[in-house]
């Protein structure tokens, strides 16, 4: 099925609002329940508004993720930089692991219905991320890779940066599976979250330390 392309911003401010009060909705209630259990119903309640009124802009409520994804997307870079920042603070190799997995594990499970829909919306639709986003999300994983290694002591890789930045991304295919997606995990129910955050720092640990 074709995605149909997202539609223009609104140019009023009523309209502004309406779409954002919308898009708030829509988040809370992913807090609660999973995307596949929402209802077009549901989101205007919570928003306080008539279906009517969401049916003028969205047809279905797939039609809402590209817009969730943008407002997603354009928190993204101020929660990394406040996130770098407790991250530099850690004195030690381990100890930056365990901040980063511990942010990893945390932020995939508080957001997880959030998170897991707009997974699903970009599997599905690859095409709908503008190249910048990616070139965006690159960089991110490098910063956070160099604060991650910080001097490179006790770091036995020839580019510890490189490797950090291999490391974040099994940190995040984890989390999606076993976090986002764990219903479907052939690991379910085997850990808790902290195990899960004990076994993954140990993982990069080893990984990172490896001769």
Avoid: W
């Avoid at 797939?62 to 994804?69: G, K, N, T």
């Avoid at 354009?74 to 190799?93: H, I, M, S």
């Avoid at 990893?104 to 991320?129: D, F, I, K, N, Q």
């Avoid at 991110?140 to 890789?157: K, M, N, P, T, W």
Wanted: proline fraction near 5%; include cysteine; glycine fraction near 6%.
């Amino acid at each position: 099925m074709v995605q149909p392309a997202p539609l223009p911003p609104p140019r009023q401010e009523r309209s502004r609002r309406t779409l954002e009060r919308l898009l708030v909705a829509v988040e809370e209630l992913l807090d609660e329940r999973l995307f596949e259990a929402l209802s077009m119903a549901d989101v205007a309640a919570r928003a306080g508004v008539s279906v009517g009124t969401i049916y003028t802009r969205f047809r279905t409520k797939e039609e809402l993720l590209p817009a969730l994804f943008e407002r997603h997307d354009a928190a993204v870079g101020e929660r990394v930089g406040a996130f770098l920042e407790k991250l530099a603070g850690e004195r030690g190799l381990r100890a930056r692991i365990e901040r980063l997995v511990d942010f990893a594990v945390s932020y995939h499970r508080e957001h997880r219905g959030l998170l897991r829909a707009l997974t699903m919306y970009v599997r599905a639709h690859p095409e709908s991320v503008p190249a910048r986003t990616y070139a965006e999300r690159s960089a991110q994983y490098r910063a956070v890779a160099e604060v991650l290694v910080a001097d490179g002591r006790g770091i036995r890789h020839t580019d510890p940066v490189a490797e950090a930045e291999f490391t974040l991304g099994v940190v995040n295919s984890v989390c999606r599976e076993q976090v986002l997606f764990d219903e479907v995990s052939p690991l379910r129910g085997r850990r808790s979250l902290a195990a899960l955050k004990r076994r993954l720092a140990d993982l990069v640990h080893r990984d990172l330390t490896a001769r």
